[in-house]
């Protein structure tokens, strides 16, 4: 005997987890884009595809977000720091890709100084994730070494139901037993047998590849200008994925008053690492690269014992030029002996 | 009540006509709306459209852009690359929702003081009657406040 | 012979003849409908060039990256008309020598993909003739019909919720052949015109200059659109913008290499009914 | 903090020297500031940047700092005034072990605008200069005007416990230039301090610091014993941003100081 939430009883639950203060935040399409939003109803939702094209990231490090504003008057400066209010959400249709994502950032926000308008946030929010019933090509969760029910950084699992009805409900944290409290009328207590899991096949040998990534000998291979010859060095790959988490921070506003303001960043972008006095470190969009795959795959599995990959394959579902993790992965396990 | 609306407007004007004809419009004591703010240029050509949104970012309710008559120019074509260059940035301004009622241009020579406070007048009446640029200082509203995130 | 062997074969000559160091086509991609730029260097690789009706990237814009021309040798690329068109842009605005640039034109109709005939930019003159009526597709010109349409606030929110979901990665600058600015004008700092943040307001003084900075020089490839991870329909400012240059001033973008980019010029009689 | 003066000290650099306006902030500063360490000095409206704390950790009334007038921010920065308020946050970074320093010689070497890191090691070291042994510092720079600090170097060439060498790149010496003439590496390879017992501390251009270290080598001195800063573009300064990582080393948190060994450990296509 499991809990099984019915389709038509998530309105009810919407309703329950807003009057008990919850935001309900879930994937829905405007203007032509899947991304996480505010929904009113289960209609609003769009809990049909694979992945949105934009991740539950923006609801944690957003794209833009205000840290400090500023007065300056004579001989003495105000500031009042702008933190993320204190709202709780419920972010729910989330896929475990996404959810990951979170959990493999945790540790770098947390790391020494600990992040604030990170942990706010986290730790005001329930995620709830469906476990994917279909992948499409870009899908390579299993590839590094998670799956289309990983549970990591989920607060509650459904498993959609094989006739369709609804999703059994599996809570995995007490903040997510929590919520699971406010809505027990709506539940039924049901066997159900749920739907078969995607079947993502796996791309590429990660650990084969981290050893050849860990190999010093590599790192100036040609490889990399091969790999990288085509990318254009846009950052769309850095900003749709879950995990990436490089920042820059902007003032904005005059010398009065103005907002000092964090920033999406991308390692892709040649202005990313350049001194001020024109030396730059990383000057080839190939060096651009191997950083983004050696982050990922080396230095932060080596800082916080994790690769910094949750799957999604974003990178390579929105490249313009067809690039992404996955291929130079599998050329990487391809040329490793 | 509260007080009635009152436009921001900035000018950009180039220094051999359009300021110049401010100056006479001014040295003729004619009275003109106190609401424009002139930023004096060179050269209509080097009035870059970055201004103008540069002007509305800052809160201005409408622009003016204003130089030497075609063929009059000090720069001898400086006012012809600019027309073109108007033309378009107009046409952008239209397409993204900028209502053109809000942007101007106009020729002002050196000796055309009563034109300039005529339209300076003409001008705000016609902002003022607009309202605020609501629409875009909202923008900057929103961005001061933290993220709904 | 498919046109996908013979202009392999053509590939190979000229690699193989010395005529061009590199050729830049289109290959395979991780789905069977996508396509990837490829860089092929010697004759036994063109074996990687694929050419078909997917193969829509303007490649154009690999002209561009650093160095590539500067050692003088020349260089092959597979173009669409809109990529020739780009390479004479580049060539009238001094970016590339276009006595370096072998173009292996070719055109996509529906499915079918034909050979262009004529390798040299200044061959295809008379294919330009014959693209200034060519407009956006049905369903992009019903959108853009829609717009025109809309008074000056619905339009206003139209671009407002539009550019709301920009992210700024930057993609359509990128993608662009003619965004080859060294340093792009949102990088530059002092002084900062428009806010680098990519808030609504950001966003929407970001596409407002990228669009303008296009005027009279789009192509229409409809490369930024394609790379837009956020799906903002570039192409209708593009086209708009284009309309203006083209219905006011009379400038088709990449006629000829030896075009006067629109903004750079004047005539004396031009329109000023706006001026006051 | 409150600039309490403001000195040119060549073409384009100037050196701030900055009081705390909060006695808690300052009570920080005291604790946690030891010789090494960076800060991000910012002036609201415009944003921060990164240099470090060229004053010595003996002397911590105060914060002082030396940079070019190159950017944004630095622009503003060489434009206040004493008595004007900019931003300071830190002390970041690691440090120079310098108590390991006691009982050797000391060699310093810096390049051009790289004095100041150096700089606070040096007077770290002379304010207590009975825990060690002989000091030398060799100091170039492209021409004569571009030396920074001039007035100091003025100080340690009069002392007779302080052995100062001084370059100035070929064609940038004055007609009444009395010292070496040479890049910095040919200038200590002439000058051949004795690698025994020696720390060598070493700031400069990526490019000097390459040479520098071969220099090094060939002197005998092991990688071991020479210490040297790597300054990357910074935004965060606590290990979040990404952008000033060498390999998988923050240069923020781990850095800014490391052995030449270490520097040798990291990809050197990265630095």
Not at chain 1, 66 to 95: A, C, H, N, S, W
Not at chain 1, 140 to 148: A, E, K, R
Not at chain 3, 158 to 166: M, N
């Amino acid at each position: 005997m499991t809990r099984i939430l019915l389709n038509s009883r998530l309105d009810d639950c919407l309703s329950a987890w807003r009057s008990a203060g919850y935001r309900v935040i879930a994937p829905s399409r405007s203007n032509n884009l899947t991304s996480f939003d505010e929904v009113a109803s289960a209609a609003d939702m769009a809990l049909d595809l694979v992945l949105p094209e934009r991740t539950i990231k923006d609801h944690f490090f957003p794209q833009t977000e205000p840290l400090v504003r500023y007065e300056i008057k004579k001989q003495q400066i105000d500031t009042e720091e702008m933190l993320p209010p204190d709202d709780k959400r419920v972010f729910f249709g989330v896929r475990p890709c996404d959810a990951a994502g979170l959990d493999i950032d945790d540790p770098l926000f947390g790391w020494d100084y600990k992040d604030q308008y990170w942990f706010k946030r986290r730790e005001n929010s329930v995620i709830v994730t469906i476990a994917c019933t279909k992948a499409d090509p870009f899908c390579m969760c299993t590839s590094v070494n998670l799956g289309p029910d990983n549970p990591k950084g989920s607060d509650i699992m459904l498993h959609p139901l094989k006739d369709g009805r609804g999703w059994q409900m599996v809570t995995l944290t007490d903040r997510g037993k929590a919520l699971l409290e406010t809505v027990v009328p709506m539940l039924q207590e049901d066997a159900a047998e749920t739907a078969s899991l995607a079947n993502v096949p796996v791309k590429f040998d990660v650990e084969k590849a981290m050893t050849w990534l860990a190999d010093p000998a590599n790192f100036e291979s040609h490889f990399w200008k091969e790999i990288s010859q085509r990318c254009i060095g846009c950052g769309s790959c850095t900003f749709l994925c879950p995990t990436c988490h490089c920042f820059d921070i902007q003032d904005e506003g005059d010398t009065y008053s103005g907002i000092r303001r964090k920033n999406w960043d991308s390692c892709s972008f040649a202005m990313f690492t350049m001194h001020t006095s024109g030396h730059n470190p990383r000057n080839t969009q190939s060096m651009r690269w191997r950083q983004r795959i050696m982050h990922k795959f080396n230095y932060y599995r080596g800082k916080f014992g994790v690769n910094s990959c949750s799957g999604c394959g974003r990178c390579t579902r929105q490249c313009p030029v067809d690039m992404g993790i996955t291929e130079t992965l599998q050329e990487i396990t391809n040329t490793a002996k | 009540m509260s007080e009635p609306f009152e436009p921001k407007i900035v000018a950009f004007v180039c220094t051999y006509c359009t300021y110049a004809g401010a100056d006479l419009a001014g040295t003729s004591r004619m009275k003109y709306a106190p609401n424009v703010r002139i930023v004096r240029l060179p050269c209509t050509g080097r009035i870059s459209p970055m201004f103008i949104l540069k002007a509305l970012q800052k809160g201005a309710d409408g622009v003016l852009v204003s130089g030497c008559h075609p063929g009059d120019c000090h720069f001898a074509q400086g006012n012809y690359h600019a027309r073109r260059r108007w033309t378009v940035f107009r046409a952008l301004l239209s397409f993204t929702g900028i209502p053109e009622e809000r942007i101007k241009f106009s020729w002002i020579s050196a000796a055309e003081g009563a034109k300039f406070a005529e339209l300076i007048n003409g001008i705000t009446d016609e902002i003022r009657a607009l309202g605020p640029f609501e629409q875009y200082q909202e923008l900057q509203k929103v961005i001061e406040t933290q993220s709904t995130y | 012979m498919g046109i996908q062997e013979q202009y392999r074969n053509e590939a190979a000559e000229l690699l193989s003849s010395g005529a061009v160091k590199l050729v830049i086509g289109y290959g395979g991609g991780s789905t069977p409908d996508r396509r990837r730029p490829v860089f092929v260097r010697s004759a036994e690789e063109v074996s990687r060039l694929v050419l078909d009706s997917y193969c829509v990237a303007n490649l154009s814009a690999y002209l561009i990256s650093e160095g590539l021309l500067s050692d003088g040798k020349n260089v092959a690329v597979f173009l669409k008309p809109d990529g020739i068109r780009s390479v004479n842009i580049l060539s009238a605005e001094a970016q590339v020598n276009p006595d370096q640039v072998v173009i292996l034109g070719f055109n996509i109709e529906g499915e079918q993909t034909t050979p262009l005939p004529g390798r040299k930019a200044a061959d295809y003159a008379p294919l330009m003739e014959s693209l200034r009526s060519s407009g956006l597709s049905p369903e992009l010109q019903r959108e853009a019909d829609r717009l025109e349409q809309m008074s000056a606030v619905e339009r206003f929110d139209y671009w407002k919720e539009q550019f709301a979901k920009c992210i700024k990665c930057y993609a359509c600058r990128q993608v662009c052949p003619m965004c080859y600015c060294r340093r792009c004008i949102v990088d530059v700092n002092q002084p900062q015109w428009i806010n680098t943040s990519s808030h609504t307001l950001g966003n929407f003084e970001w596409n407002i200059v990228r669009a303008f900075h296009l005027a009279g020089r789009c192509v229409a490839c409809g490369g930024c659109d394609r790379a837009c991870p956020v799906n903002i329909p570039l192409r209708l400012i593009n086209h708009r913008m284009s309309k203006e240059t083209l219905d006011i001033f009379g400038h088709f973008p990449g006629e000829s290499a030896d075009q006067k980019p629109v903004l750079a010029t004047f005539r004396q009689d031009d329109p000023e009914t706006f001026i006051l | 903090m409150r600039v309490v003066s403001k000195r040119e000290e060549a073409p384009g650099v100037r050196t701030l020297k900055l009081e705390f306006l909060n006695q808690e902030h300052h009570e920080f500063f005291r604790n946690h500031y030891q010789t090494g360490m960076f800060g991000l000095y910012g002036i609201f409206g415009e944003g921060e940047s990164t240099f470090c704390v060229a004053s010595p950790e003996t002397r911590k009334d105060y914060i002082e700092c030396t940079f070019r007038q190159s950017g944004r921010v630095t622009s503003t920065l060489a434009a206040v005034d004493a008595g004007d308020i900019v931003t300071f946050r830190g002390p970041y970074g690691n440090r120079f072990p310098i108590e390991e320093f006691e009982g050797k010689n000391l060699l310093f070497i810096a390049g051009g605008i790289a004095l100041p890191p150096t700089r606070s090691v040096i007077w770290s070291c002379l304010d207590r200069r009975d825990r060690y042994r002989d000091v030398t510092i060799v100091y170039g720079a492209r021409t004569v005007a571009d030396l920074v600090y001039k007035n100091e170097l003025d100080e340690w060439k009069q002392r007779d416990d302080v052995n100062l060498v001084l370059t100035v790149d070929p064609g940038g010496e004055t007609p009444d230039w009395q010292d070496h003439v040479g890049f910095v590496p040919s200038v200590l390879e002439k000058v051949a301090p004795s690698p025994d017992n020696t720390i060598a501390v070493l700031c400069g251009p990526p490019i000097m610091i390459k040479f520098t270290l071969n220099a090094l080598e060939k002197l005998g001195f092991s990688a071991d014993n020479v210490y040297t800063t790597l300054e990357n573009r910074m935004k965060c300064g606590i290990g979040k941003c990404g952008r000033c990582n060498v390999g998988s080393v923050y240069i923020c948190k781990e850095g800014p100081v490391f052995t030449a060994s270490e520097v040798q450990a990291m990809p050197q296509q990265d630095l």
